[in-house]
């Protein structure tokens, strides 16, 4: 059993490389250049976890998780063009750098060669493993969707939220993880615990990401606090703060939406904390936490083959073991 | 056999229902939209075409035919947001009508439907066909940047045209008949030959585009006649009157190129002509389309089988026989 960060070391190596023809350098090139930015590699990772978990690493699961982390840098090329984002990581993005034209088929064409990976797999699962993939594509696709759209709404439901980023965020980790566990030879009921895992760990992630961005140590944290606020991004947070506060803190949250007073993050972390909403939300991420573990505890392996993904629970939830 | 008019019917009859859930409507409603504008559907016949060439029309080769129209329309919908089009057989493209980032998304989400159809087949010969597919979408998305990369460029040579507009429009024509041809059991051989066929056939066809924009009868051609000319698009016969006109000649087209007089049209027509590209492109066709039907000759069966090829290729060539 590999854990994270050795796993880790290894995609990063075999990821190294050139994965688009030189020619025509005006199209690969950006996608290359993309690649080259870096990322943190979970999902890639998330498949050779979800085999080893099962079974020795398939070298089938190598060009999995690099189709995968294909998928991914492709709708971060795409989301970046949609929402008109300068900057990732702090290098430039693609469609700022390149124009959005190219920036538009250089994403195009990582989504096909994440294809042209995923094809080489010798798996029997093929076809399984490729309708999987499809499924979490399109939900990907919708879960975008539906953040746009909730972007220009007033006002948006709990559960529709939870849903939308249910698709944005968690199906890829799920089943990244599931396409591992396919390859390790998993049983369905086995698949669909482990799916649930990454599902349920991504919704606490997330739940995670929106309170560190209100409450968290800017210094831990690596980046401005209350940013969502100033974007006035619907999150956890403001959605749950919108139905529990009081009549007054309800009708001053509306009106900080539409304002940017100097004191805008101070003034709407104040009612978050009248309203509870930092313990609720602390509440809700151990919640899903907890889900995700106890799925994780229902695979029928033996324990040591589970202390990786135990071990990549706490490293993505921050949790101190 | 069926005639290519037997076959369309049957095409459409089998594509006219919903391809998409019903929700995130937001998402769906659109990618369906544009489906609904219509189109020629001479890929998706040419896969139906290429497998009954060979061998009675198998059940994939509908799931096939499916994927390679929405990969068409796919394409469709992102070159439309780079082009800045407003219209596409006089209604509204995806982005004039639903925004730019919904129109990239339901281009995403198409291509990823289209490789659901894909993963529907049963035949053994499914990792051939999504590598088919996948080299000749990777294909398509070149032919568009080198066409962008081109049109910011003074000048382009004869042989960089014709590699860009092969990639662009002509190897997916192949490539759909291949696809049907290897589900109908074709051998190596004869896929390549209707490959050839295709790929000569849609070049011969793109020279009879750029001709008819120039020279066609506008009440036949059913659209404006000049309208390359006015928006300064390299064609065949731009690049080959640079190539070849007199000094004098080739200096006024060089200012034409730069300016709108208002009987701009007529004097590059002129120019063309006593430069003898009109002459030169109708011999070009003929040579292509020469060489497509040689190729066609060379599959080894019997020749009634190949007769609605035959007159595939004189509907798309306007030839008289």
């Avoid at 998780?65 to 008109?84: C, G, R, V």
């Avoid at 401005?224 to 009708?251: H, P, R, W």
């Avoid at 907890?290 to 921050?318: C, S, W, Y």
């Amino acid at each position: 059993m590999q854990s994270f960060e050795q796993l880790l070391q290894a995609f990063n190596a075999s990821f190294e490389k050139e994965h688009f023809p030189a020619q025509p350098a005006s199209l690969y090139q950006p996608a290359q250049y993309f690649l080259s930015i870096g990322g943190k590699r979970v999902r890639p990772v998330s498949v050779l976890m979800g085999n080893e978990l099962f079974d020795e690493i398939a070298p089938d699961s190598w060009q999995v998780a690099t189709a995968i982390e294909l998928f991914h840098n492709f709708t971060l090329i795409h989301d970046d063009i949609m929402d008109k984002a300068p900057l990732r990581r702090g290098m430039e993005t693609v469609h700022s750098r390149y124009g959005e034209p190219t920036a538009l088929l250089a994403g195009d064409v990582m989504l096909v060669v994440a294809y042209d990976y995923l094809n080489k797999v010798h798996s029997p699962h093929l076809q399984k493993l490729i309708r999987i993939f499809n499924d979490t594509a399109k939900a990907v696709c919708e879960g975008q969707q539906l953040d746009m759209d909730f972007e220009k709404q007033p006002t948006v439901s709990m559960a529709d939220y939870l849903h939308m980023i249910t698709l944005k965020t968690s199906v890829l980790l799920a089943a990244s993880l599931q396409m591992g566990a396919v390859l390790g030879g998993a049983s369905e009921g086995n698949q669909q615990h482990i799916y649930a895992f990454g599902k349920n760990l991504g919704i606490a992630f997330q739940v995670q990401d929106d309170y560190l961005d209100a409450f968290g140590d800017p210094q831990k944290f690596g980046k401005q606090v209350g940013g969502d606020i100033l974007a006035n991004k619907k999150t956890f947070l403001l959605i749950k703060a919108l139905e529990t506060a009081s009549a007054a803190d309800g009708a001053r949250l509306q009106e900080l939406l539409h304002t940017q007073p100097a004191d805008k993050v101070a003034q709407v972390l104040a009612i978050y904390r009248r309203a509870g909403v930092d313990e609720w939300a602390r509440t809700l991420k151990a919640e899903y936490d907890a889900k995700a573990l106890q799925h994780l505890e229902a695979i029928a392996v033996v324990n040591r083959r589970k202390a990786p993904l135990q071990e990549l629970a706490a490293f993505l939830l921050q949790r101190e073991y």
